[in-house]
């Protein structure tokens, strides 16, 4: 472990000078802002200063450069996650009291950075940590955006979307680096040039802005490699200020240009289906890939000169999923036109480069752009696409059978459309999915034409989470006890986390298993009364499925099973359960209807039975507001039972249920995403798995012969029950009925298999609560699925890209 601060007492004299020199107060009279500032800046200098010998040795060892492209990073607060992975954060909490002030509080004056909207924009930050941890050269390429995900308030039990200015009171990680701006055209028209017997083109009359790079460090665990996040914010390229105007007294017509350019980087996309047909996010999605691929080519030159068939051999870059799919045409264009590569030249060199992983195979998120739009805003980048899509149709086998068919599938322009997801394959030398079943179903049914004709591009890399946020950081009082148990090389290796099976037969080991995940639900109880008024018994059964909202991942069936229990404890005294919070938390896309319903049904139904003295000792409904990287933090680790309910074949990985997993919290289940791992993993007798399996859902589905209709009849007592209390009046109290989730099930023949499933859920539901009372059962339990969690650690997702994709 390199150090930044040789003694306590070095980094006391530091920070309090720190302090002095940005507030221009005495230390004992700041504020928790002055002071957290300060610290932050203290920590990102160091980290600076370790960043730039890290580059100083990247360039000596001739390291292959990894380029992570996402239009989202969801970072979330780093402080303390930087203290830790500096190995500091004792240090700091303990000289912090010594100074009159608390660690905690000062980290709770960071903005958490929502600049992702969920498992995507996360994932791209477990892979920066984990880069930095494994020594790789990797670079997070992405938007720095004025206003991050919306803060979500619940109001009469409705989502209501605040701004989230994030920024407002600065934000002391990061460095602006206008030397370093790009300035990216938009617009105009293609005009060739002749010279010798080639032509060679480029764009005039566009319009232009300017991509401001702003870095953030990335400190990787051990503090010997600090790597950087890049964000680009966009900005006019002169000030255009119009100063006429302003005498006249136009204050806004003034400043258009600015405000036109602002745009583009003001917003992040709250739609987790994707955001097809705004103009707006497909100049994201240029500038964010133009800025970023000219920083990569600009260090290749610096390092090696102009050799650009060299370029795969330094450089990777990686697309994470397919908002970042121009990078294929964007190196294109410049490898040709700036370059003046030959076309079959600059394909080799960046066929070799690019590699893309899919995150979905929902067909209405697979990213697709009207063609008369995409070719108006990047002409040349548009023609290039079609050269792609033009050589891709030459090379088909016309003597094959069901080549026209092929075609169809995998052509990139089609019906009108840029099919994004097509242009990523073709442009990429790999395609991975994000667990097993997952890139099962890639290769078998979404990219089959493709995988039939390169199966070599296809590979899985099974999601990970950083353990460093996930578990060191998030759960002190469990870390201490492993630390105790197996020693502290879990965070280095989280393989190490095996050892705790030992410890399963350990009584006394166990009590204090037990011991730490009550403190942890008492902490939640805590923040729970605070944020909602609440009061939440911490010697109940946290039952917690925190997500985005979405139809797939079945919120509504959880809920239902709520209002079925409620239902049976009302009418039947023999009926009981284990007295249960159920706990949910996430925010639904501002667009989607049925999403915000049931996050209404929820609340409505948490209004009823908190308020239903009859029930309150056995069952509490408990929907946290605004769910973000800083609350999750304090909701893992006091879960027991993690709610993984997708239908099968939908959820492409999921990583909530790693995050539980980690934490000792018992995955109750569908075959579906990285839940088959898991119960691989920690074997299917410690978790408890349910409902149909993928082929029993597309068996279902071929056979034509499911009638939702049937099925709520054929249980009327309970699941026709439940239904009919969505617009009944009974959870109409807040805001009103729910017919509109009633209508959307029925009318769709029950498309998620909801109500399929939901026996067979309540069920599973009721025996593994009911194995809850064998105490040291269930805290073994727990014990064992953080013992085998450790494969899902993101260092060992990332060693396989490293290995298997990258070569760096
Ligand atoms: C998620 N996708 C998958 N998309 O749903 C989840 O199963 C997986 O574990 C995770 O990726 C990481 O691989 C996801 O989060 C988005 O949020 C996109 C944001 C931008 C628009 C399109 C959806």
Redesign the pocket.
């Known amino acids: 472990m390199d150090t930044i601060f040789n003694s306590k007492q070095e980094f006391i004299e530091e920070y309090r000078e720190a302090v002095r020199e940005l507030s221009g107060k005495k230390f004992e009279i700041t504020s928790d802002i002055d002071r957290f500032n300060a610290l932050a800046g203290l920590i990102a200098s160091k980290a600076r200063s370790v960043s730039a010998r890290t580059d100083d040795r990247f360039k000596k060892e001739g390291k292959k450069r990894v380029y992570y492209f996402s239009?989202?990073f969801l970072i979330g607060r780093l402080l303390d996650n930087y203290l830790i992975n500096f190995g500091i954060r004792d240090m700091v909490d303990e000289a912090l009291r010594e100074m009159g002030c608390n660690l905690d509080d000062l980290c709770r004056m960071e903005p958490d950075a929502a600049l992702?909207?969920?498992?995507?924009?996360r994932?791209a930050a477990c892979f920066l940590d984990s880069m930095a941890h494994e020594d790789i050269a990797g670079y997070g390429n992405g938007m720095r955006y004025r206003y991050g995900l919306f803060k979500q308030e619940i109001v009469d039990g409705r989502q209501v979307e605040v701004a989230d200015e994030w920024l407002s009171r600065g934000y002391p990680w990061e460095v602006r680096r206008p030397d370093k701006a790009v300035r990216i055209g938009f617009g105009g028209h293609v005009v060739g040039h002749t010279e010798g017997d080639r032509i060679f083109y480029s764009v005039e009359g566009t319009e232009d802005v300017l991509a401001v790079p702003y870095d953030i460090p990335v400190v990787g665990f051990g503090g010997k490699t600090v790597n950087k996040l890049r964000v680009w914010s966009a900005e006019p390229i002169d000030e255009h200020f119009d100063l006429e105007a302003f005498n006249r007294g136009e204050y806004a017509m003034a400043d258009a240009s600015r405000a036109d350019a602002e745009a583009i980087s003001a917003i992040l996309?709250p739609?987790?289906?994707?955001?097809h047909g705004r103009l707006l996010r497909l100049k994201q999605e240029y500038l964010f890939v133009a800025a970023g691929i000219r920083t990569a080519l600009d260090v290749f030159r610096r390092e090696h000169g102009a050799k650009w068939e060299l370029l795969p051999d330094y450089v990777a870059i990686h697309t994470n999923?397919t908002?970042p799919a121009m990078c294929g045409p964007e190196l294109m264009r410049i490898l040709m036109d700036e370059e003046k590569l030959t076309w079959e030249e600059a394909w080799d060199i960046v066929t070799k480069t690019i590699s893309y992983t899919n995150?979905?195979i929902l067909p209405e998120?697979l990213e697709k752009w009207p063609i008369a739009t995409f070719s108006k805003l990047l002409p040349r980048i548009y023609d290039i696409i079609d050269e792609i899509n033009r050589r891709w149709r030459d090379s088909f086998d016309t003597s094959q059978e069901g080549w026209q068919e092929r075609l169809r599938k995998t052509s990139v322009l089609w019906d009108g459309e840029v099919r994004m997801a097509n242009l990523s394959v073709i442009c990429s030398h790999s395609v991975n999915g994000?667990a097993k079943i997952h890139t099962d179903i890639l290769k078998r049914s979404v990219l089959n034409d493709f995988y039939a004709l390169t199966p070599e591009k296809f590979n899985n890399k099974t999601?990970g989470i950083t353990p460093r946020r996930f578990l060191a950081e998030a759960n002190p009082s469990y870390s201490k006890l492993i630390t105790e148990a197996i020693g502290p090389k879990w965070m280095d290796d989280a393989d190490e986390l095996k050892k705790l099976v030992e410890f399963e037969k350990d009584p006394s080991f166990l009590v204090r298993v037990g011991d730490s995940k009550r403190q942890n639900k008492v902490r939640l109880a805590r923040y729970v009364r605070r944020e909602t008024g609440l009061v939440i018994d911490p010697d109940s059964i946290f039952d917690v499925q925190v997500k985005?909202f979405h139809a797939y991942k079945r919120q509504l069936m959880n809920i239902m099973k709520v209002m079925d229990l409620y239902n049976r404890l009302l009418d039947d005294s023999s009926f009981s359960i284990q007295p249960t919070t159920f706990i949910f938390s996430g925010k639904a896309a501002s667009s989607y209807t049925f999403a915000k319903e049931v996050i209404r049904l929820i609340n409505s139904v948490a209004d009823v039975v908190n308020n239903d003295s009859r029930v309150n000792d056995l069952m509490k409904v408990c929907f946290i507001p605004n769910f973000r990287v800083s609350n999750a933090q304090l909701i893992y680790p006091a879960a027991e039972i993690s709610e993984q309910i997708s239908t099968a074949g939908k959820?492409?990985?999921?990583?909530s249920n790693m995050k539980l997993m980690m934490n000792g919290a018992i995955t109750l289940g569908t075959m579906d995403?990285a839940n088959i791992e898991i119960a691989q993993l920690a074997g299917e007798e410690n978790e408890k798995i349910f409902g149909l399996t993928t082929p029993e859902v597309e068996e279902l589905r071929a056979s034509g012969n499911y009638f939702a209709w049937d099925v709520v009849n054929a249980d009327r007592d309970r699941l026709g029950r439940v239904m009919s209390e969505l617009t009944d009046n009974t959870f109409a109290g807040l805001s009103g009925n729910f017919d509109s989730i009633h209508n959307e099930v029925m009318s769709n023949n029950d498309y998620d298999l909801v109500l399929k499933d939901f026996r067979s859920y309540v069920d599973a539901w009721e025996e593994l609560t009911s194995s809850y009372a064998d105490t040291r059962d269930w805290n073994r339990r727990a014990l064992h699925n953080t013992a085998m969690s450790g494969w899902f650690s993101s260092d060992r997702t990332i060693r396989e890209y490293r290995d298997e994709i990258w070569h760096a």
């Open positions: 239009i989202e992702g909207n969920g498992g995507l924009g994932l996309y739609n987790d289906a994707g955001e999923d908002h995150h979905t998120a994000v999601n985005r959820e492409a990985s999921g990583t995403g």
